[in-house]
């Protein structure tokens, strides 16, 4: 029935075609000099809203970092707007919500962005703000999708999709604010395998 | 215009954990994956116009003051959803090993000689027919450390936008009858075989350019199929 074009691994030399600019330092004459097309900065002069970013660092099942990882996320503008011909009430800026990271050899990746607002979930409820994450390594044959959300969020409280979350794994998808840092600086690590594995979506 | 991306299609893909490739191991999820509805997060994506390429930027054997080393070839075709329609201005990235089978990332160190007129990076954007073109050399087979005397039959990475982000895809692009088919696990770990077939280029000796270049065709199926009537009463 289906013959959609089957997914193959990222690989361990993805860097110089889809993060040549990135924070992975493979590259230290700086010889893979094109420009990104897909930057870890999704921030935009005009756009509105809470300036944040998001630092974490992506394990494995043996609990090491993975420094040859790309993460790729995609969110709302402030206002819980999608800058997608799809997302209803268009984005009125530049901001385009999707960004990319490759981690380093510390297996850390980050993103400078804006706050996401509130966007409809099933049934025209509201969602939390949250940012839909995706992951790519080597040693992943095909990609995994998970969520992020914010620690001081109220709404995360009835937020539809993560109520469908075993209480105690729900941790996994809560990115922490941390004290003392402006613009707001969000821990979310990654566990790819493993006891405090990262909830991931069959989507 | 209503799309939907049933997960049934996602049959074609190979498991999480393909131990066959060793790295999948300790890199596969271990519990089950959480199904949850696709809200407006999932159904919506990026989208990228021709603002986000240069001149050139599909021609990989133009980025250097030289021409590359290697059999010039030209790798097109069209990115279709699952009804075969075109998608239109879908961001299509490609990166590869030299025709000696080397990469440019200097974590490759195997004992093949880099190209100094050959990156091995490309990218371009669907026309509105859905249709892309590239132009680069054909690159080697190359070692690798999964199992003894492992090597990856030859192959181009692509990685493409379609309507949404369950559309994203990463692949492979292969090459028509090659003799390392059998003995690849990250070829092998797609189980299907006509799926596998999906990431086979075919040889196009119509596009070929005489004197020039041979060509390939590799046209790129993406989830996401127009909803009937029916899929919208079961929601």
Redesign the interface.
């Known amino acids: 029935?289906?013959?959609?074009?089957?997914?193959?691994?990222?690989?361990?030399?993805?860097?110089?075609?889809?993060t040549?600019k990135g924070r992975c330092d493979?590259?230290?004459n700086g010889?893979?000099s094109?420009?990104n097309?897909v930057e870890s900065n999704l921030v935009t002069p005009d756009a509105s809203g809470t300036r944040i970013r998001i630092e974490g660092i992506v394990y494995?099942?043996?609990n090491l970092p993975?420094n040859?990882c790309m993460i790729?996320i995609?969110q709302?503008d402030s206002q819980g707007r999608?800058?997608?011909?799809?997302?209803?009430a268009a984005s009125n800026t530049q901001f385009?919500?999707?960004g990319r990271s490759a981690t380093d050899k510390a297996g850390v990746f980050a993103f400078d962005t804006i706050k996401p607002g509130q966007?409809?979930?099933?049934g025209g409820k509201p969602?939390a703000p949250?940012i839909?994450v995706?992951v790519?390594?080597?040693?992943?044959?095909?990609?995994?999708?998970t969520?992020l959300y914010f620690d001081d969020e109220a709404a995360n409280a009835n937020d539809p999709?993560l109520n469908?979350?075993p209480a105690d794994r729900r941790k996994t998808l809560i990115a922490h604010k941390q004290a003392g840092t402006d613009p707001a600086l969000y821990r979310f690590d990654i566990r790819?395998?493993?006891g405090d594995?990262t909830?991931?979506?069959?989507? | 215009m209503s799309?939907i991306?049933?997960?049934?299609?996602?049959?074609?893909?190979?498991?999480?954990l393909?131990p066959g490739?060793k790295?999948?191991?300790?890199?596969?999820?271990?519990?089950?994956?959480?199904?949850?509805?696709?809200?407006?997060?999932?159904?919506?994506?990026?989208?990228?116009g021709h603002d986000?390429?240069?001149e050139n930027?599909n021609d990989l054997t133009r980025?250097h003051k030289g021409e590359p080393l290697g059999e010039r070839i030209v790798v097109h075709g069209h990115v279709l959803d699952?009804d075969k329609r075109p998608v239109p201005n879908a961001?299509v990235?490609?990166?590869q090993?030299n025709a000696c089978g080397r990469?440019?990332?200097?974590?490759?160190q195997h004992p093949a000689p880099l190209d100094p007129n050959f990156?091995?990076?490309?990218?371009t954007v669907t026309d509105d027919k859905g249709y892309y073109k590239f132009i680069t050399v054909k690159p080697g087979a190359y070692p690798w450390g999964n199992h003894h005397n492992a090597w990856r039959p030859n192959h181009i990475?692509f990685?493409v936008f379609g309507?949404?982000?369950?559309s994203?895809?990463?692949?492979?692009m292969y090459f028509p009858g090659d003799y390392l088919f059998p003995y690849d696990p990250?070829?092998n770990?797609?189980l299907d075989e006509k799926?596998?077939a999906?990431?086979i280029s075919t040889f196009d000796l119509e596009n070929t350019v005489p004197d020039w270049a041979l060509a390939f065709r590799f046209d790129?199926?993406?989830?996401g199929r127009e909803a009937t009537p029916l899929d919208n009463d079961e929601h």
Not at chain 1, 82 to 88: D, E, I, L
Not at chain 2, 103 to 108: A, G, L, R, T
Not at chain 2, 119 to 123: Q, S, V
């Open positions: 029935m289906s013959e959609i074009t089957p997914s193959q691994t990222v690989g361990p030399f993805f860097a110089y075609g889809l040549p493979w590259d230290p010889s893979y094109w420009k097309t494995d099942g043996d993975i040859d790729e995609w709302a999608y800058a997608s011909p799809r997302g209803g385009k919500g999707f966007v409809a979930g099933p969602q949250h839909v995706c790519f390594s080597r040693g992943m044959i095909r990609q995994v999708y969520r999709i469908m979350v790819v395998q493993g594995e909830v991931f979506f069959d989507i | 799309l991306f049933p997960k049934q299609s996602l049959e074609a893909f190979p498991k999480h393909s490739y790295s999948t191991i300790k890199r596969s999820p271990s519990k089950p994956l959480m199904i949850v509805p696709h809200t407006l997060s999932e159904l919506t994506g990026p989208v990228y986000a390429i240069q930027d980025q699952e961001l990235e490609l990166w090993a990469y440019v990332h200097n974590v490759d990156t091995g990076a490309g990218r990475h990685s309507h949404s982000f369950l994203r895809l990463v692949t492979q990250i070829f770990s797609v799926a596998r999906r990431m790129i199926v993406l989830r």
